[in-house]
């Protein structure tokens, strides 16, 4: 009974790691790069969230679309003005320069913010209904829920606008979609923004279930680059499923041997996978 | 020519006998500096062997320094070794990790060796952040305290690093001239080239990898016994990975000295911030990293070669060169 | 006698056949032709026989010795060297580095040490006309001279058998006779060449023998006189008016 219940809760973690795999998948998938200060926006949605729900006392929920916007904007800028000039370098390069990003934001956040942990406290925190035998808070099931209509409308948005097909088409052959008028700069520029908001929805819908602190986004870095992987890069239900699977092995894991190894687990889980099937459960080339 | 050679040998003799000498002239925070130059020499000189000659850009390095520092530290602490067997058990333990996890890792490339690498660096740290028996786990392990005053300790130190910077620059000079550099670099340049040119690969770039493990792992023995206190997240931390690759970036990268610019650009800069701007300099740092990746990605070794390049049409040339 | 035998290769992509079922020898000391129309399978089968893809099923012998399951550096040790079609220099190295390579890999895989490799590799490039260009940034030569370090690189390995994929593509008249004499020399000194050539009057003139591929298999082999007369050559790849031209130039 209470193993099942572990599960379950894995499970419904598991749809907050896969928005936050979702938009880091999104970046590496389309423009070939790998954003270690991913985890450094998903930190700074989380604080939106905080900061606008505290500030002006509006409900975190409602606060989440904003944040999305805010990070979308903060997401254009940073790509606009920095890792524009670097997409088509090679690997040494962008993951380093990520990286001073990375080190860049978090450490400002400290600055501003100390380390000290906060919490959003929401009137319904302990609110839950039960299915059977099994517990559901309605804050986490609400979140499932969300990351689940996130992947749907992203899935929508790649494959069924003109956007997403400019998207689509930036990967298959960079020269055709050029020569077909998309502006690629454009493209990346958007591309980047909705990880960057994706990552802040994240991090809002984490600000809503757990304390935050500025150093929280460098673990979710780790399970992004894991998911991706497993569920593989070229579509949306791949980090989904991914995020799914993942959020069920690490409550797996803790179960049966301890919090302390479940990393282990998952590291050791990526580096087989990037060995044996680097395209990953769900991956193709293209969207 | 043959002047030139001997100059620059008789310029290098003098330049090592100046600094052997200096520890005996000056204040022991200096001395302190440049023990942590000459670490930091080692980990980007290294690193350069495989990440920098041979184009297989590995950000999970630091474990070798981390199983380097705990393999020492738990043969002094546990077998009372004496710290230069630890330092040889050290090399052994990194070069024989090196060779097996090149096995499965080296098949990869690019971004998925970068997750490759910096994921099994995680899973190390991760590991001894649980094995408490062994090696204290999450709460670190402390070294057995070496004997001497404050001076003396970091003459010792001083000297030990020295030598381990030595002996990598001269393992990086003879290595780069002799046939596996040869085969090192025609890997980087075009792997399946250099297959149907009769190199394997395969070997080559496992003894590159294990080079770059070898005084990566002594570096983390001798950097235990002088810290005498090491812990998982710090001795496994990406940013030790993360900081070989920016130290040999910003010196210049695939070249002999790059590195060693590299280092001492590093130290002074984060002495400088620490001691000016403690809160924020990390922040600084990650400006720093990100100007240089943006506007001069190939080093200082580029501009000190032709010196025309210190200027802003070089830089925004770079800037532009890999943008979208 | 026959240095390099291919019995039923053949190599598949998927669906596509790339390679069927072609039987081929190549004789000591000869220059071999391998003609085709684009797409035909010439490229495939230097790539099949260097190892640089793996055979789908038939066999490849070297002096007797199976090498189709190899690894092309197993290949170029044995002595077998071959050049791209697009050149593949190492860019950020100088002419003589990327010669020397060669030199130190080849046949005599590490046999020789760097120094020498370096007297070696000046002689190979003096051999093909580079001597002018051997500090060079290999990024900065013509194409004409790229295709000549393509060349040298090969040479450089010391191979009893050397693959040549369209190494006059993209030439002026005099740089292909330059080219040709070449090849005639690396002949002489004892080296068995197979040729893959666009440039028909070339390969004519070198070849002692020629075989045609046409999408994947062998229509036509014999000497460059019979195969310009060939109706399944001249159907699939030379064309009534050329073949007369080539057919009066090869009897001349």
Known sequence: MVFIQILLDGLLLGGVYAVIALGFSLVWGIMNIINISHGAFVMLGAYATYWITTRSGIDPFVALPITMAVMFMAGALVQRYIINYVVRAPASMTVTLTFGIQLLIVNLALGAWTANFRSITVPYAGARFFLGPFLFPYTRFFIFLIAFLLTAVMHLFITRTKTGAAIRATRMDLESAKLNGVNIRRIYIITFAVGAALAGAAGGMIAITYPISPMMGFSYLAISFIISVLGGLGSMAGPLIGGLIFGLIEALSSFLIGTGYKDIVAFTLLVVILLIRPSGILGREYY | MVKDFEKKNLLFLALICALGVLPLGIGVSTIRILTSVFMYIVLAQSWNIIGGYTGYVSFGNALFFGLGAYTTGILMLRLHTPFVLGLLASSAVAFGAAFLIGIPVLRLKGHYLAVATFGVAEALREVFNNLRKLSGGGEGLSFPLPAGDIRQVSYLFYYIMFILAILTMMMAYYVTRSSAGYAMVAIREDEDAANVMGIHTTKYKTLAFCLSALFTGVAGGAYGYWVTFIEPNNVFSINISVMMVIMVLLGGIGTLWGPVIGAFLLEILSDLLISRILEYHEAVLGFIIILVVLAAPRGVMEIVKDRKKFSLSYFLENIRKYQA | ?252
Do not use: W
């Not at chain 3, 005599?108 to 002018?132: I, Y």
């Open chain 3, 1 to 252: 006698m026959v240095v390099l035998q291919g019995i039923q290769v053949t190599k598949h992509f998927g669906g596509l056949n790339a390679l069927l079922t072609v039987d081929f020898e190549v004789r000591s000391g000869e220059i071999l032709g391998l003609i085709g129309p684009n797409g035909s399978g010439k490229t495939t089968l230097i790539n099949v026989i260097s190892g640089f893809y793996p055979i789908s099923s038939g066999q490849i012998l070297f002096k007797g010795y199976p090498i189709h399951t190899l690894k092309p550096y197993k290949v170029a040790n044995l002595g077998i060297a071959r050049t791209f079609q697009v050149v593949r220099p190492f860019v950020q190295l100088r002419v003589i580095e990327n010669v020397l390579v060669g030199a130190l890999f080849g046949k005599n895989n590490l046999k020789v040490g760097v120094k020498e490799s370096f007297r070696k590799a000046e002689q190979v490039l003096d051999l093909v006309g580079l001597s002018g260009k051997v500090d060079s940034p290999s990024g900065s030569l013509t194409l004409a001279d790229r295709k000549k370090l393509e060349l040298a690189k090969a040479l450089a390995m010391e191979p009893e058998l050397l693959l040549l994929d369209e190494v006059m593509a993209g030439l002026t008249f005099n740089e292909i006779e330059e080219t040709m004499d070449l090849i005639r020399r690396i002949n002489a000194t004892g080296v068995t060449l197979l040729v893959i050539e666009h440039v028909i009057h070339a390969v004519l003139n070198l070849s002692h023998r020629i075989f045609v591929l046409h999408h994947g298999e062998k229509i036509a082999e014999g000497i460059p006189h019979e195969i310009v007369r060939s109706p399944q050559v001249i159907e699939a790849y030379l064309g009534q008016e050329y073949a007369k031209a080539y057919q009066e130039r090869s009897d001349a």
